[in-house]
């Protein structure tokens, strides 16, 4: 019990320095919300969105899954994607990987790990369509951080074949597509791909309005 009174003391102490600086903090976040960005990074738990980007409360939509996958039956990605494009008109959309991340780690065993097997096979179809530069890279770290990238453009790449992005790029909407990668020995990020309504989608993806 002491780590989770740990949680609610520290969230005592946060509302008392932001009302020491604002005393109106509260009742303008209450108010709603208008963020810029819609982030998609992976569940790990050295990866928090807010925090490495500076970012305070209604300024980032937050979706997060292991190895930050964009998979068209996932009803809540979806759903978050959206009513971020739709209904908040974010402007730019972060897909954020990491390097070291496990997931990705895992794609490249064979261990089945159980259901999760499912959710990694994802990872893996994008291993397979780069197998021929990933096996040039030595087994284990290296090749675990190549996929990561190689993972978050094609995740990038599978925004763009939604309906939802595509609506939007029709309409005339600036709306971006930013690949990212996090880099935990340092806390740098770093920029892999940026997409914009130019971007070549392939015919059988195509929807028209
Ligand atoms: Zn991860």
Request: charged share 20%.
């Amino acid at each position: 019990m002491k780590d989770v009174q740990r949680l609610l003391i520290e969230n005592k102490a946060w509302v008392q320095e932001k009302i020491q600086v604002n005393p109106g903090y509260f009742e303008d976040m209450a108010k709603g919300q208008q963020p810029t960005f819609l982030w998609i990074g992976c569940s790990d738990s050295r990866v928090p969105p807010n925090e490495i980007t500076g970012c305070h409360p209604g300024e980032m939509f937050v979706a997060r899954n292991i190895a930050n996958l964009v998979i068209h039956t996932d009803l809540s990605l979806m759903s978050v994607l959206e009513y971020a494009v739709v209904y908040l008109k974010v402007k730019h959309i972060i897909i954020c990987g990491h390097y070291g991340c496990g997931g990705v780690a895992a794609s490249l065993t064979p261990s089945s790990l159980g259901s999760i097997d499912k959710w990694l096979r994802n990872i893996k179809d994008v291993a397979n369509s780069n197998w021929g530069e990933l096996e040039k890279i030595e087994a284990g770290a290296k090749r675990t951080d190549r996929l990561v990238e190689l993972n978050t453009i094609s995740q990038a790449k599978n925004l763009t074949h939604t309906a939802i992005v595509q609506k939007a790029w029709h309409e005339g909407r600036d709306l971006y597509i930013h690949g990212w990668v996090f880099d935990m020995a340092t806390g740098k990020l770093k920029e892999l791909t940026t997409i914009d309504k130019t971007f070549p989608i392939p015919p059988a993806h195509q929807y028209k309005f």
